[in-house]
């Protein structure tokens, strides 16, 4: 069964950057679209930004000019790239494919910014 594995997570401070990584195993990068997602504690999974075949991108307004979502296809791995963190970027962070398929999920990697 395919999974997404993410990674890059931490404590990081307000206004601080962190770079996620999400990989899988085979040609899963073969979906033409894939996105990064995000759950806070006590909230519904959003939306954070997908890429289309690695070019065409769209953001959540909420992230929109501080992040940026990238794939490199010979690694088959997508990044996600976060800048100027804010509190409420605090969450577990989760890549798929878009729109999501309940077998790829994997465990995620949590972001905490905090100071």
């Known amino acids: 069964q395919v999974k997404f594995v993410e990674s890059g997570g931490g404590l990081v401070q307000p206004e601080g950057s962190l770079r996620l990584s999400c990989a899988a195993p085979?040609?899963?990068?073969?979906?033409?679209?894939m996105a990064w997602y995000r759950q806070a504690p006590g909230k519904q999974r959003e939306f954070v930004a997908r890429?289309?075949?690695?070019?065409?991108?769209i953001y959540a307004d909420s992230v929109k000019g501080r992040f940026t979502i990238s794939t490199d296809n010979d690694k088959n791995t997508m990044y996600l790239q976060m800048n100027s963190l804010k509190p409420e970027d605090t969450a577990a962070y989760y890549c798929?494919?878009?729109?999501?398929?309940?077998?790829?999920w994997g465990q995620g990697t949590q972001v905490t910014v905090s100071s």
């Open positions: 085979g040609s899963i990068f073969s979906f033409p679209a």
């Open positions: 890429t289309i075949s690695g070019a065409f991108t």
């Open positions: 798929n494919t878009y729109p999501s398929k309940a077998d790829y």
